[in-house]
């Protein structure tokens, strides 16, 4: 009885995706669309992008993340973003003035050295719904998925979760990261399971 009671308890918790479409990347002739790098711009949106989620309180259990390189890249400098905010909290459990000054949420940035990556060739190949088994797979003890990846399946994506969305022919720009509340478990996820929290399209300043 207390195992189905926890089972339901899991189901019906709340649970964070976090969908991010890579940072601006080069288009260079002779170079092959897996292996395109971010550009300098690229590079510090990408960290933008993390810092914001480390002060937004969204910084995943588990990332997911397209083998391409410059969704790779994007990973990389995200986490390079979190583990600044992971440094800014003081590891006795203080909460030290520079970290609530910058805005950062100690708890989540601690949070970014326990991380799981999977690099999934389904993000880069697949179609919106090999997408959607791939989140559908994730082990419920995970509260906060980012996932990492392209046009356009990445929008479709954030547009068939929440279809109250007002239709963008451009989808996500660049270093933006849409965020979605499920109800329930992963293998829940589905068209019109997760409504959209909020976006936010990061752009470094000073590039």
Same mark, same amino acid.
């Given at each position: 009885m207390r195992a189905r009671a926890i089972r339901q308890a899991d189901r019906m918790s709340h649970r964070t995706l976090v969908l991010l479409r #890579?940072?601006?990347?080069?288009?260079?002739?002779?170079? $092959?669309? =897996? +292996? /395109?790098?971010?550009?300098?711009?690229? #590079?510090? +949106? $990408?960290?933008?992008?993390?810092?914001? =989620?480390?002060?937004?309180?969204?910084?995943?259990?588990l990332v997911l993340c397209s083998p391409a390189r410059r969704t790779r890249q994007t990973w990389q400098q995200v986490a390079l973003a979190f583990a600044e905010a992971s440094a800014a909290a003081a590891p006795d459990g203080d909460i030290p003035e520079s970290s609530i000054a910058s805005g950062v949420d100690p708890e989540a940035a601690r $949070? $970014? @050295?326990? =991380?799981?990556? /999977?690099?999934?060739?389904? !993000? &880069? &190949?697949? @179609? @919106?719904?090999?997408? =959607?088994?791939? !989140?559908?797979?994730? +082990?419920? @003890?995970?509260?906060v998925l980012l996932l990492v990846g392209h046009n356009p399946t990445i929008s479709q994506l954030s547009a068939l979760l929440d279809p109250t969305l007002t239709d963008d022919v451009d989808g996500l720009r660049t270093s933006t990261a849409a965020v979605h509340r499920l109800t329930g478990s992963w293998r829940d996820c589905g068209p019109g399971t997760a409504s959209l929290l909020t976006t936010h399209t990061a752009r470094a300043s000073g590039v």
């Open positions: #890579h940072a601006k990347a080069e288009n260079r002739d002779g170079i $092959a669309d =897996l +292996d /395109r790098p971010l550009t300098v711009r690229g #590079h510090a +949106d $990408a960290m933008a992008a993390g810092a914001w =989620l480390a002060q937004s309180g969204h910084v995943p259990n $949070a $970014a @050295t326990d =991380l799981q990556v /999977r690099f999934e060739p389904a !993000i &880069y &190949y697949g @179609t @919106t719904e090999d997408v =959607l088994q791939l !989140i559908r797979g994730v +082990d419920d @003890t995970v509260s």
